[in-house]
C-alpha cells in the first residue's frame, strides 16, 4: 500500500517536473509550477489568436490570389507603411496615393519600385490642420481597401 503511494507520488512529482521544464519555470513547489502552467498556457491562447487574425487579414488582402504585404509602423510623427507585392501592378500607386490623400496623410518621403515587382515604402505624417488622431491600423486598413478596391478595377 505504502508502495503505491509512493510510486504515485514519484510519478506526480516527475510529471510537475516536466512540466515546471516545457513551461521555463523556475518554480520550487507544485502549486507555483502549476500558475506557471496556467500562465504560460494563456500566452499560448493570445499566440494562437494572434495568428488566427494575422491569417484573416492576409485573406482579407489576398482576394485576387494577388500576394500582398503591407505593413503599417508608428513613427514619433507619422507611419512608416511598406507595401510589397511579388507581382507588377500598374496604377496600385496611384490608388495608395488616393487613399492617403483621403485620410489627409502627407506622404514625407517615398521610394517606389514597379518594375518586376511593386515595393512602396513611405514616411506619412498626418496633416497638422486636422484635429483628429488616427492610427496605424487605421491607415493599414485603408491602404488594404485601396489594393482592394484597385484590384476589382484591374
Known amino acids: 500500500m505504502v508502495s503505491r503511494e509512493h510510486k504515485r507520488a514519484k510519478v506526480?512529482?516527475?510529471?510537475?517536473q516536466l512540466l515546471r521544464s516545457i513551461t521555463n519555470s523556475h518554480a520550487?513547489?507544485?502549486?507555483?509550477?502549476?500558475?506557471?502552467?496556467?500562465?504560460?498556457?494563456e500566452e499560448l491562447k493570445k499566440k494562437v489568436e494572434?495568428?488566427?487574425?494575422?491569417?484573416a487579414d492576409a485573406q482579407t488582402s489576398d482576394k485576387n490570389s494577388l500576394p500582398m504585404q503591407v505593413t503599417v509602423e508608428t513613427l514619433?510623427?507619422?507611419f512608416l507603411?511598406?507595401?510589397?507585392?511579388?507581382?507588377?501592378?500598374?496604377?496600385?500607386?496611384?490608388?495608395?496615393?488616393?487613399?492617403?490623400?483621403?485620410?489627409?496623410?502627407n506622404v514625407?518621403?517615398?521610394?517606389?519600385?514597379?518594375?518586376?515587382?511593386?515595393?512602396?515604402?513611405?514616411?506619412?505624417?498626418?496633416n497638422e490642420e486636422e484635429g483628429e488622431a488616427i492610427d496605424a491600423k487605421v491607415?493599414?486598413?485603408?491602404?488594404?481597401?485601396?489594393?482592394?478596391h484597385w484590384s476589382e478595377k484591374d
Open 108 to 126: 514625407l518621403e517615398a521610394r517606389v519600385s514597379c518594375t518586376d515587382s511593386f515595393r512602396l515604402k513611405a514616411v506619412g505624417g498626418e
Open 139 to 148: 491607415v493599414k486598413q485603408v491602404v488594404l481597401e485601396a489594393i482592394k
Open 81 to 105: 507603411i511598406n507595401v510589397f507585392s511579388a507581382k507588377s501592378c500598374p496604377g496600385l500607386l496611384v490608388s495608395i496615393l488616393e487613399a492617403f490623400e483621403e485620410l489627409n496623410l
Open 12 to 16: 506526480l512529482h516527475e510529471k510537475l
Open 76 to 78: 514619433k510623427k507619422g
Open 50 to 55: 494572434r495568428l488566427n487574425q494575422d491569417v
Open 28 to 41: 520550487l513547489n507544485e502549486t507555483s509550477i502549476i500558475v506557471d502552467a496556467s500562465k504560460y498556457i
